[in-house]
């Protein structure tokens, strides 16, 4: 397992971008690896609605093992899952829950810098805190940053971009692999974000932003694409569904 890890952590290359395609479940694992994707990764918002769940920790951790433990079983590359918040209330509570995802055999997770069903960001010592308990398991954490999410980056970016790299090095000085800063497609801000960070820069990728090719001339070393590839999926079979019942046939 330590040689995954490793291998996983290998694959953060700024300029040479891991692109994650994000998955929910066995199926969809084996649909990406078919691609030829390098690593396999969760995201937390279609695991919980390919369940009917909700976002933010109401999918039970007992479930995410359970889901892990079947990934897992149909592919031999790294796995990495998003674990949220850590699903723990303290960092020793994050600790035992990463360990478990850890011995359960993922290579890496996802985890937040605010909790569950909050607005505002944890205190950086407090999210430095729960990092460094993940961190100590041993296993690739990829820490969260939140500081643009609601933001304006055109008005504020100097400020955010500032605000986003106090956490970075935090978080890196508490053991974090690589730093995600999700609702961001300001060029200029993900470029300053990558010069300036200590870690690998995970960016997500969304509809109008930089390219895959912009994001590595950039200096991004992990491309993620969230819960867009569930929600495709999803709104796919909604209209192949619409389109059969109004009489036409599918597109299968």
């Known amino acids: 397992m330590t040689d995954k890890i490793a291998a996983f952590r290998a694959l953060h290359v700024p300029g040479d971008p891991l692109i994650l395609v994000n998955i929910w479940d066995a199926g969809s694992a084996k649909a990406v690896a078919a691609a030829g994707v390098k690593a396999i990764a969760t995201g937390s918002y279609g695991v919980a609605g390919a369940q009917g769940r ?10 995410v093992f359970e889901n892990l433990e079947r990934i897992l079983s149909v592919t031999d590359l790294p796995v990495t899952i998003d674990m949220e918040s850590g699903y723990g209330a303290d960092a020793a509570a994050v600790g035992v829950s990463v360990g478990r995802a850890k ?3 993922a290579a890496g997770i996802n985890m937040e810098d605010r909790l569950p069903g909050a607005d505002a960001l944890l205190p950086i010592a407090e999210a430095s805190a729960r990092y460094r308990a993940a961190a100590d398991t041993g296993i690739f954490v990829n820490a969260r940053c939140d500081v643009f999410r609601g933001a304006n980056a055109a008005k504020d970016g100097d400020a955010l971009v500032a605000a986003t790299l106090d956490r970075a090095r935090a978080y890196a000085d508490a053991g974090a692999g690589s730093l995600f800063v999700p609702f961001l497609g300001d060029a200029r801000c993900i470029g300053a974000i990558c010069e300036g960070s200590p870690l690998p820069v995970n960016i997500l990728r969304g509809k109008g932003g ?31 569904a619409a389109q059969v019942l109004g009489g036409a046939e599918p597109d299968y």
């Open 210 to 240: 930089p390219t895959h090719k912009e994001l590595a001339a950039l200096g991004v070393a992990r491309i993620s694409h969230g819960h867009q590839s569930w929600a495709a999926a999803m709104a796919w079979l909604t209209a192949q």
């Open 54 to 63: 909700a976002d933010g920790e109401d999918f039970p951790l007992e479930d």
């Open 103 to 105: 011995d359960a055999g």
